[in-house]
């Protein structure tokens, strides 16, 4: 068997055993029951700050011991992140547990990808890394909408069991990538210089012209607003809306399937959705979605919590075309990866400021609304500017 068919097996494997969080309906409920809100805010701002501070001296340790063993070593920590998590209950604890987490992020950050680009390669078979991506997408959402689904429900039978099956899940996806084969080809060197190099010419490449500009700030307030709102406050809209784990579950499952079907069989299609019109749908999406987050009530809100989330999947699979078009194929990967530092650096900043305003001022449903204007005064104008350069 080539290097290349084995570890993409391993791959897609190990990315499906990763996919099941039985924790996404009830992770916010469990630590609502042990910490306040500012602890919360607090705690999932750290865990992004140790991921990106930590991507650079991960690079290099995957330099020196091989991308396998630095991938099996990033699921240790993850089995350890979700089992431990479900036992702590001081905030220094879950403080030091999300230092755990996040390191194993940036240890993983990257590294899988990038075992599956150099195998292909290895083989000649590059040209087959989108495809393998794209099995990836499907295989993740579907372990993920099933571990939603039934999130809820196994927290109503043990309120450990979520995390503690998370963890072997881990553990699994941990035993599978023993079967990697470290490719020769090493299409990245690592080293501080080169690290460094490649965040400069990513900012350059990203912002060397009025359109490239125009277009990095559009995907980074798309993309930061959309992205705060999917991992972080859409929990708490729903929590705060008044449904319980079983009904969170079910929504942000049927919520998820319902957007993978729109977004892939119908708004991919260019004659539906061109550059122009992507433009325009994402700051309407994002100011109907979030503004009147602050009248949401019961059922009423499910709607607006189902675009808010479109949104974020649709900024990979919509925004992500149109975005990678624009800047050169030799600088592509490092442009994007320069607009993704600066969406983790807003998040970091905002999750970590918006505990207080939870706290006193009126809740997610406060936050949502927050969003919504910021989208309505950043991105339109940003939009409109980019349409007028295509005319």
């Known amino acids: 068997m080539t290097i290349s068919v084995n570890n993409v097996r391993v791959y897609l494997l190990s990315e499906a055993f990763r996919s099941f969080y039985f924790t996404v309906p009830i992770y916010l409920a469990f630590l609502q029951e042990r910490l306040s809100i500012s602890q919360i805010s607090i705690l999932v701002g750290w865990s992004f700050l140790v991921q990106l ?4 001296p991960t690079g290099a340790l995957a330099d020196l011991l091989g991308k396998r063993i630095t991938i099996i070593l990033s699921y240790i920590l993850d089995t350890i992140f979700f089992v431990g998590y479900s036992f702590i209950t001081s905030f220094p604890m879950f403080l030091l547990i999300a230092t755990i987490g996040g390191l194993a992020e940036s240890l993983r950050s990257g590294a899988s990808e990038a075992m599956v680009y150099d195998s292909l390669k290895e083989d000649g078979k590059e040209h087959n890394f989108a495809k393998v991506g794209a099995k990836q997408g499907v295989l993740f959402q579907i372990g993920l909408i099933i571990a939603t689904l039934l999130g809820g429900f196994i927290y109503e039978f043990n309120i450990h069991l979520p995390y503690i ?4 899940a881990q553990a699994a996806s941990g035993l599978s990538t023993l079967f990697y084969r470290e490719p020769k080809v090493d299409t990245v060197t690592f080293t501080v210089r080169n690290y460094l190099r490649q965040i400069k010419l990513g900012a350059k490449e990203a912002f060397k012209s ?3 500009r125009l277009m990095s700030l559009y995907y980074i307030a798309v993309g930061a607003i959309s992205w705060l709102v999917m991992t972080y406050y859409v929990d708490y809209l729903l929590i705060d809306l008044g449904f319980d784990h079983n009904v969170r579950g079910i929504i942000s499952a049927g919520t998820r399937t319902l957007n993978i ?4 069989k119908i708004l991919v299609n260019e004659k ?13 999406l994002l100011v109907l979605s979030l503004t009147p987050g602050l009248w ?8 607006f919590i189902a675009g808010a989330m479109m949104s974020s999947t649709a900024r990979w699979i919509l925004l992500g075309k149109y975005t990678n078009q624009v800047f050169d194929s030799k600088y592509r990967a490092t442009a994007i990866s320069t ?12 999750t970590l400021l918006s505990g207080p305003v939870m706290e006193n001022f009126g809740g997610s449903r406060t936050i949502f609304t927050l969003l919504g204007i910021i989208s309505l005064l950043t991105i339109p104008p940003l939009a409109y500017k980019l349409i007028k350069i295509d005319k």
């Open 53 to 56: 501070v930590m991507e650079l």
């Open 165 to 168: 099956l998370a963890g072997l």
């Open 210 to 212: 009025r359109e490239h």
């Open 261 to 264: 079907l729109i977004i892939s």
């Open 272 to 284: 539906i959705l061109d550059r122009k019109r992507t433009l325009i749908f994402f700051p309407i």
């Open 296 to 303: 949401l009530q019961g059922w009423w809100g499910v709607p």
């Open 339 to 350: 607009l993704s530092m600066a969406i983790g650096a807003i998040y970091v900043v905002f």
